[in-house]
Each structure stands twice: as structure tokens, then as C-alpha cells.
């Protein structure tokens, strides 16, 4: 267990001593001399950043140049060189069987042991794998690869992000960082944290060695136990192989023949049961439905011991209510639910009914069963649309929306299964903890609940619970929006900080940029130079309150140049009804309620001159990811999973399905067309549209912003094209 001050604050003894850690950091890593020169190559993030392929890669580049190259890498007991043939992966591991196909590897619990081992055998350089970024034996040099994607993640050390040490101290000693990923991803890295990399940075990309295999057209069932699985895919895609199923795995997990099969087949017999079926009377089905829910709701930990019959009693259900029979691939796709996975369901193969299918096995476990939909009318649409297939099943269903009552609220989350948002359900949350009784001790509560004769104010808690949690368009729920806050706050009246705001935006109307003050507009940040803290000093001479505290009144200075330099009318913000409404800049959509944060929203207001708002206080908050990491089932449906396959594996232990396609996709990919300015683009869409609407095909135009489809929808109606 970590010791309890890793959690607090730093007092004034961690203070004084926090000088001396560098020096405590380079006594506890002073370094062996190698018998032979030492490239050590690591990663500062955790898994899944192409660090074996560079092993590889660096193997052999320098065995072209005629160097005996041997590389060493982590294992059990002593020294034992990896024979390649002789070895199974339960002897040395999966890399180093696959890292022997291409240099001599040993497996060492202790690096400088088997540093010495591959020395003795003949290396004149060995590549040290997996040696960590601060290795035990000195280097000639010591390399860090990083997926350039997903760079360094929130900048946090594990477990509060992915990292294996603090940015600063993982890459001290490095002397080349390697970004692995295509020139959009680097270009990403490189603006998002090339200021804080300090080495040297070379880009590299991940190629498939060529192997004369012609994958072009290949049907491809493909599985992928790495830390990046959704690369693997990737490849294989790139290479033209069609991909029939892809699956996910853990990392490093060993492969079965029955994990090949596993889904498939349930699938079909689930399937092939409910037909045979499918012509028996309601009223046995009804009774059958029954004696399925009373099983599980016995042994709610088993419910994998009767999911095939029971799955297909619920899909007879579902065509007897709903004139829907659900395919095979709708049943995987729900079996792999039902285990806490996540799938890839392409569009229109029937993802509401195979989530609803999981729903109601999980409802009959009687706990808390939440789907979480993309916004307010899908949660309406769907709960609505599957209620009398969920009534037939003995289910109640439910749904929460946000112009809902508190009562309302309560009274739909007391529904079996709860259609909502992953923002109503979280604020719920938020709001239930935030109630006096939430602090109390359950146990404590539970007494109270049971004694009193009159409703406690438990009642207030609009939750059953959390346990299951379903979520439809998963990347954008778990992944997109994972760190992103949702905060509950309320307005606290500062009549001398809205009086201070002002005085502030005037003071800063005196400054200007280059002499006063610099701005850095890659992190809309203010820097005030010497004369300007003069220029404030004077300014501040004749004021009160505030204004007497140095670091306070440059605060809300730079606030208001802020606000000033980099926050403008009609783009990052409109005013309407003399009140500031924030503007989503990646969208273009107004977003109302919403404020900035730490005086900021109250700098542009008055730089306006609008009211001054009072600054909201945040009482509760908690992100998406922590908030989904309080259920304890979890699962999910998404169209695109592969490209954070590997991140939904690491934080929230869910592996990723492919499920394979019921009918052909007839969807076309044409090649993308460039055009030398936007007046050219717009004549391009234009024509396009004209050509496809002649032909009577519907088209549906996605655009990077609102503004981009109010101009479209200006010129669509100009030729006379109905939108």
C-alpha cells in the first residue's frame, strides 16, 4: 500500500525536502558499466506504444551495418537465451519468441545478468528491452517510443493517468523520443507537446514487412492480444484484407481454439433455437420468459450459465412484440454485451435491438440497469418504441431526459431499465451525493429507512443505484468525452470582485502587447513583462481591497487580457439579451447555461460591458470516466471501436468485437478531392449534390461547423435544391 502523504498535499517537511529527490533519485539509479555498448529502448507511457517493432527494427538496422546484435529483455530466474523453435510462450513470453525471429534475445530477471550472458555468447551491442527509461546499466544511448496519437494522454503518472513517471522525470535521461503514427498524429504531438520535450524527436510510422502474401480481397477473421490491437486491424485493412471478424483482446492473452469459435457459435444456436420456436403460442412463451427471469434472478452472478436459452426466449419476445428476429450478429453482438464487451456494430445492423436484448437479461438480475444514448430523443425514442417488448418480458422500462422534475426523475429511475444520457445520469449521481444523507454511513441509513414511520430524506435520492451500465455510441461516451468534467455549481454574489473585473479590464485596456506583455497563442496565454507590473503598480496605487495584494490584481489583469487577446465576439462567444453565451469553436453551436471558469467569464463580460455575472462556486464534480468506472458492469455498442480498441481495454477492462456485417455493405469510398480554396470546395459539393439529387439518391452532407451548414444551406436553395 502507498504510503498516505502520495495523497495530500505536500507539507512544509516534503517541501524542504523536496530538493534533495533529484540527488535520492541518482543514488537509487546509480548505473553498472556494460561489458558492450547498451542501446536502451522503453516508453514513459503504459502499453501499446510500438516499442517491440522498434526493437526490431533497431535490431536489425544495426545488423546491416555489421554489428552482432543480441537483444535482452525481461523474464524470470537467470539467463536463458529464447529458442525460437524449442520455446513456447508460457517458457519466455510472447515478445521474446517474437523478437527471436529476427535477433538472438535473451530472457533475465536481472538486465545487467543478462547484459553479461549476450555478451559472453558473442554481442558486440546489445538492445536492451523493456529496460525502462532509467536503466541499471549505462547507455550509449536511451530511446522512448510514444504513440503519437495518443501522446502522453492527461500528463499524469499512474493511476491518475497512463504514464509510468511524471513527464519531466520519465524523459530526463532520454536522448531520443521516438513518435510512432501517420503525419496527421505527429503533427497533433508535436503542437500539443513539443514545448515540454526537451531531447531530441525523430517521427517514425508503423509498415508491414513484406511477406509476398497478397491480402487484397482476403477474407480475414483476426484477433489481437497487444496493447495497441486496433493498429493490428488497421494494418490489415490497409492492406486490402476483409475483415470478417475482429476481436480485441487483453494484452498478452494467450489464444484458444475456442476463443476463435466462442461467439459464433452461440450466436447460431441461440438463433437457430428461437426459430424452431418461433411458433409456439405467447402465453408458453410468456410462461417460459417467466421461469427465466425467476433463474437468474436467483443466481444474478450466473448469468452467463443460461444465457443461450434465455436469449432466445427474449429474442422470440422481440419478434412476437416487435416484428423483429434478431440475426445472428445481432445475438453475438448482444452475447458479447452480456459479458461486458464492447462491439462494433455498423450502421443500420441493428444495435438498439441487440442492446435491448442485454437489457433485459440484466434487468431480471433485479439491480440497476442504465442505457446510456447520445442525447434526449434517442433515450425518449427508444424506451418508448421497446416498451412492449420489454413489458412482455417482464421488464419496466423508463426514460430520463433533462427538462424532467426532480419527481419525474425519481419515479422513471424506479423503472427496471432507464433510457438517459450520459450527462443526465451523471448529474443525478452528483446531485444524490451532494444530498445530506448521501454522507451519512449506509448501514446507519439503512436502520434509519427501516425504523422511521415518516419518508426520510433518503426519498430525495432520485437513484436506485449504479451497477449495469449499457452505452450506444461507446467512443463518444467513454473515449471522446472520457476527462472532460461535469461540474454542479452555484452562483456566490462578489459585489467587490464584479467592482475589481471592471477596473481590471480597464487597466489592461493601458497595456500593450510586445511592450507591456507577450501572448502565447498556442496556450491563450499572457506573459506580463517589467512594465507592465509597473504599469499596474501605478494604476492600483489609489485602490482599495483587492488591489492591495500583488499576485490578485495581476491575476485579474491577465484575465482581462485574456479575454482581450484571445476570446472574440461571434467566434468564441455571442452576446445575446446582454448576457455572454459561450460558442463550441469546433461546431459552431451556442451553448447556453455554460460559463467560463476561474474569472475568466466575468473578464469578457466586462470587457462587453454587460452585466457581471456572479462566479459560480463548483460544489461536485466528476468526469466520465470516473463516473462509468462506478458501475460494476460495463458494456457497450459502437460503429467505430477499432481506433481506441486498446484504450478502452486499459480503462475500462473492456475487450473489443468486430461483429460481422448480417448483409454486404454497399457503401462506396471514393477517393478524397482537393480543391486550392474554399470557393472551389463549395462549387465542388455544389455539383455533387446536383449529380446525386437528379438520380433520386437521398445525401446527407456532414460539415466541421454550424456556419459551414448554414452557408451550404444557402447555396443548396439558391439552385433551387430542397434542404
Known amino acids: 500500500m502507498p504510503p498516505a502523504f502520495w495523497n495530500r498535499p505536500p507539507g512544509p517537511l516534503l517541501r524542504l525536502a523536496g530538493p534533495l529527490a533529484p540527488g535520492l533519485r541518482r543514488a537509487r539509479t546509480t548505473r553498472v558499466r556494460a561489458p558492450v555498448p547498451v542501446v536502451s529502448v522503453g516508453s514513459l507511457s503504459l502499453g501499446g506504444t510500438g516499442k517491440t517493432p522498434t526493437v526490431i527494427a533497431l535490431a536489425g538496422r544495426l545488423a546491416q551495418r555489421g554489428r552482432i546484435v543480441h537483444v535482452v529483455t525481461a523474464g524470470r530466474g537467470a ?19 517474437l523478437i527471436a525471429a529476427f535477433a538472438p534475445t535473451w530472457v533475465a530477471a536481472d538486465p545487467v545478468a543478462g547484459l553479461a550472458a549476450a555478451a559472453r555468447a558473442g554481442a558486440d551491442v546489445v538492445v536492451l528491452d523493456g529496460g525502462g527509461l532509467s536503466p541499471p546499466v549505462a547507455t550509449a544511448a536511451t530511446i522512448a517510443v510514444e504513440d ?29 523520443l521516438l513518435t510512432v503514427g501517420p503525419s496527421a498524429a505527429q503533427a497533433a504531438f508535436a503542437a500539443t507537446w513539443g514545448a515540454r520535450v526537451s531531447c531530441r524527436v525523430l517521427a517514425a510510422r508503423l509498415a508491414p514487412l513484406e511477406t509476398g502474401m497478397d491480402w487484397a480481397g482476403l477474407d480475414v477473421v483476426a484477433f489481437a492480444g497487444i496493447g495497441a490491437p486496433e493498429r493490428f486491424f488497421a494494418t490489415l485493412d490497409g492492406l486490402g484484407a476483409r475483415l470478417v471478424r475482429a476481436q480485441a483482446l487483453s494484452d498478452h492473452q494467450e489464444m484458444t481454439p475456442a476463443l476463435l469459435a466462442r461467439l459464433e457459435a452461440e450466436a447460431r444456436r441461440v438463433h437457430d433455437l428461437a426459430e424452431r420456436q418461433s411458433g409456439e403460442d405467447s402465453e408458453k412463451l410468456r410462461r ?15 448469468v452467463g450459465d443460461i444465457s443461450e436459452p434465455a436469449m432466445a426466449a427474449i429474442t422470440r419476445a422481440a419478434k412476437v412484440r416487435l416484428g423483429l428476429f434478431a440475426h445472428p450478429p445481432q445475438i453475438m453482438a448482444a452475447l458479447a454485451m452480456l459479458r461486458g464487451d464492447l462491439v462494433e456494430v455498423a450502421t443500420g445492423e441493428g444495435k438498439t435491438l441487440a442492446i435491448a436484448l442485454v437489457a433485459v437479461i440484466r434487468a431480471w438480475t433485479e439491480r440497476p440497469c442504465h442505457v446510456v444514448t447520445a442525447n434526449d430523443y434517442l433515450a425518449e425514442r427508444d424506451a418508448k418504441s421497446l416498451g412492449r417488448f420489454f413489458e412482455l418480458c417482464g421488464v419496466t422500462v423508463g426514460h430520463v431526459t433533462g427538462k424532467m422534475s426532480p419527481d419525474d426523475r425519481q419515479a422513471q429511475y424506479r423503472s427496471a431499465v432507464v433510457y438517459t444520457t450520459a450527462k ?27 425504523y422511521q414511520s415518516k419518508p426520510s430524506r433518503e426519498s430525495r435520492r432520485v437513484l436506485r443505484g449504479l451497477h449495469t451500465v449499457i452505452v450506444d455510441e461507446a467512443d463518444n461516451g467513454l473515449i471522446d468525452e472520457a476527462v472532460t468534467p461535469l461540474i454542479i455549481s452555484q452562483s456566490q454574489v462578489n459585489e467587490a470582485l464584479a467592482e475589481a473585473t471592471l477596473r481590471a479590464s480597464e487597466v489592461s ?33 489609489s485602490l482599495s481591497g483587492i488591489w492591495k495584494g500583488r499576485t490578485r490584481k ?7 487580457l485574456e479575454a482581450r487577446e484571445f476570446f472574440h465576439r461571434d467566434k468564441q462567444y455571442v452576446v445575446e439579451d446582454k448576457k ?41 464534480s466528476i468526469s466520465f470516466q470516473r463516473f462509468f468506472r462506478q458501475f460494476q458492469v460495463i458494456s457497450g455498442a459502437t460503429g467505430t471501436a477499432w481506433e481506441a480498441a486498446g484504450e478502452f481495454w486499459r480503462i475500462y477492462g473492456m475487450r473489443a468485437n468486430r461483429i460481422p456485417l448480417h448483409r454486404p455493405c454497399q457503401r462506396q469510398e471514393l ?46 436553395r439558391s439552385v433551387g435544391l430542397p434542404c
Open 79 to 97: 539467463p536463458l537465451r529464447v529458442d525460437e523453435r524449442g520455446h513456447g510462450v508460457r517458457d519466455v513470453g510472447d515478445e521474446p519468441l
Open 148 to 176: 503519437a496519437a495518443r501522446g502522453f494522454g492527461n500528463g499524469f503518472a499512474w493511476p491518475l493517468g497512463p504514464l509510468r513517471q511524471r513527464l519531466a522525470v520519465g524523459l530526463d535521461g532520454v536522448d531520443l
Open 288 to 302: 417460459e420468459l417467466k421461469e427465466f427471469r425467476g433463474a437468474i434472478r436467483a443466481r444474478p452472478d450466473a
Open 424 to 450: 443526465e445520469l451523471a448529474a443525478d449521481f452528483l446531485r444524490d451525493e451532494l444530498t445530506e444523507e448521501a454522507f451519512g454511513h449506509p448501514g446507519r441509513r439503512l436502520i434509519r429507512q427501516i
Open 509 to 541: 485596456g493601458e497595456l500593450v502587447c510586445e511592450r507591456h506583455y507577450t501572448r502565447e497563442e498556442a496556450r491563450r496565454a499572457v506573459k506580463l513583462k517589467e512594465e507592465g507590473y509597473r504599469v499596474i503598480e501605478a494604476a492600483s496605487e
Open 554 to 560: 495581476v491575476e485579474l489583469v491577465l484575465k482581462a
Open 580 to 620: 455572454i453565451v459561450i460558442v463550441d469553436e469546433s461546431t459552431g453551436r451556442r451553448m447556453p447555461g455554460r460559463s467560463w471558469r476561474q474569472g475568466l467569464h466575468q473578464a469578457v463580460e466586462a470587457k462587453e460591458g454587460v452585466p457581471i455575472t456572479s462566479p459560480a462556486v463548483t460544489i461536485a
Open 671 to 716: 477517393a478524397p478531392r482537393v480543391f486550392a480554396t474554399a470557393e472551389e470546395k463549395w462549387r465542388g459539393v455544389l455539383a455533387e449534390c446536383q449529380k446525386r439529387h437528379e438520380t433520386g439518391q437521398p445525401i446527407l452532407v456532414g460539415t466541421r461547423s454550424v456556419a459551414d451548414s448554414e452557408e451550404l444551406v444557402r447555396r443548396l
